[in-house]
């Protein structure tokens, strides 16, 4: 089974930051890595799939890259709407698997 | 608007088994993969297994092997997830999730989540 490794765990940054998450697959997912973001009492959001690519409608603050086992999404300047828990998901292979998620906080 | 709609709250005693719906509305069951997904409180987000809702082809994570089972109902548009033999520690919310609509393999449509609570 493949293991996502998500760090930080959480993090806190002021408005106007530029925050960044990373996730490491346990081995080569190609580009096969999606980002989802959770508020609370929320279901996720999907908001990059295929490690880079915007759902429709999300703003173009987020970004994802990566390739092969390392992956980072960045929020370019953090606004209070994205309070959130952010999750990396991998579909390369089943058992899909997600991270262990990072807790963003406003400083 | 395209929506997955579950079922209701349900608690549960240990050993007793929970089958929790998700009811695909504006598009057709069969269209996209189903996911099932379960979050405890304060925790992160648990991948627990896939049903090809067309070909009826599932898969489970190596954890709920054996205790869960995902089928789906065509006829009324509807997925299913079983997980039986419950302990206390399967006290979660649980999500579908549908897969592929705007996306090659995100799950882009989630339904509201169910609270399955497991207590003597």
């Known amino acids: 089974d493949i293991q996502m490794t998500q760090s930080p765990s959480s993090l806190s940054a002021s408005v106007g930051d530029s925050v960044t998450i990373t996730c490491q697959a346990s081995?080569?997912?190609?580009?096969?890595l999606n980002w989802y973001q959770q508020k609370p009492g929320q279901a996720p959001k999907l908001l990059i799939f295929?490690?880079?690519i915007l759902e429709t409608g999300v703003p173009s603050r987020f970004s994802g890259s990566g390739s092969g086992t390392d992956f980072t999404f960045t929020i370019s300047s953090l606004q209070p709407e994205d309070i959130a828990t952010y999750y990396c998901?991998?579909?390369?292979?089943?058992?899909?698997?997600f991270g262990q998620g990072t807790k963003l906080e406003i400083k | 608007q395209v929506q997955l709609v579950q079922s209701e709250s349900e608690v549960k005693k240990p050993g007793a088994s929970v089958k929790v719906s998700c009811k695909a509305s504006?598009?057709?069951?069969?269209?996209?993969?189903i996911n099932w997904v379960r979050q405890a409180t304060g925790q992160g987000l648990e991948w627990m297994g896939w049903?090809?809702?067309?070909?009826?082809?599932?898969g489970y994570a190596q954890k709920f092997q054996g205790r869960v089972t995902i089928t789906r109902n065509t006829s009324i548009n509807t997925a299913y997830m079983e997980l039986s033999s419950l302990r206390t520690e399967d006290t979660a919310v649980y999500f579908c999730?549908?897969?592929?609509?705007?996306?090659?393999?995100?799950?882009?449509?989630w339904g509201q989540g169910t609270t399955v609570t497991v207590s003597s």
């Open positions: 049903m090809s809702p067309n070909s009826g082809d599932t």
């Open positions: 998901q991998q579909y390369d292979n089943l058992p899909y698997s």
């Open positions: 295929d490690t880079s």
């Open positions: 504006g598009y057709t069951l069969t269209s996209y993969d």
């Open positions: 081995q080569d997912i190609s580009n096969h």
């Open positions: 999730a549908g897969a592929g609509f705007s996306s090659t393999y995100g799950m882009d449509v």
